[in-house]
């Protein structure tokens, strides 16, 4: 192994040392130092400012120290290259500032690190500081290049509210089975609906008739109650997404708490499992709730947006994002297909669709409240558009 990568950082920084470990690599490779080793230590800021007091003789912590092994001769591929300490605390003080994603910093760090193994030197002069900066440009976009996502996101679209329209008349029109099939023609990837136990929108009659209609994929979304769970084992949707269900709310509110009630989720898993459908759980972006899905076998996690879509500033909508983008991360890596709803709409979608781990999106209101105006057809494809752009 080129990259030899160890972490002393506590443990309260989501950094995904996989990830960090294949940019490493990814970056040895561009510079010409493919079977090179780098050693790669993420540490907390105490210890970087014992470093840096030591080598540096500079008492305060830094984001990234390099130790060159090379002393500015030449490196050959197959050398030993050098040490690269980054401090986490510092790292994500640094992101939280400049509102990108840690991942995003610790990148830049390491590259960063790199270049001065590599023997540039900015603070030797300043055409050299120029060319350093060049070089870690060029970099970057080469880690951007090929991180960039390879498979394009899909658009589930939600048509509960065709038929909210509908009940509110008590007659057959406008039918979310016809709007369904008007989503599939505009390129969804999929048809979701609501079974709701109070039955306000969806009826029974609808996934009825939509399990046999729906050419893409069916997600039947419900709460785990036996009168549903029966349904949907009878009925043997494509998926189901389980989300938690309240009688009073205008909408489904939160995340399911899966830490508080591991063995009941379990158990319905299991069932639908047998049954051989696979089950999402929709759950706030909280690694407690990421890891609970997977301790207990689900397919996929519902990623929950409503907070990143609901933010009443920039800096909280920017907070939430990067929850989002941390949760979407840590889900893939434990394994976990990671979708994403709730609350989006023709603003705040592109920025979710570009998340690398995120492979559909459920998405009802705001393409039906377009559809009023423009159509179905239309509303849906301007999504993917945006999502697909
Ligand atoms: N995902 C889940 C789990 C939902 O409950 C809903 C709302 O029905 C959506 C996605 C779609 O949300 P919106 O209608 O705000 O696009």
Known sequence: MPVKLRSEASGHHPIQLDRLCRSAEVLLRRTNHGNSELSLLIVSDQAIH??????????????VLSFPMNDGREIADGALLGDIVISADTAAREAKELKIPLRQRLNWLLIHGLVHLLGYDHERSEPEAALMESREHELQQHLNDTERKKTMTQLAINVDHVATLRQARGI?????VLAAGICELAGASGIVVHLREDRRHIQDRDVRILRETVKTKLNLEMGATPEIIGIALSLKPDMITLVPEKRQELTTEGGLNVSGQKKKLEEVIKQMTKAGIPVSLFIDPEPKQISAAAAIGATFVE???????????????????ELVATAADFAYGLGLKVNAGHGLNYQNVSRVAALDAIVE????????????MVGLDQAVREMLDLIRG
């Open 50 to 63: 014992e470093l840096n007091r030591h080598y540096r003789h500079k008492d305060k912590p830094t984001n």
């Open 172 to 176: 057959n029109e406008p039918d979310p």
């Open 303 to 321: 990623i929950h947006t409503g907070r990143y879509c609901d933010a009443a500033s920039e800096t909280a909508r920017e907070d939430e994002f």
């Open 361 to 372: 999106l459920s998405i009802g209101h705001s393409v039906m409240a377009r559809a009023i």
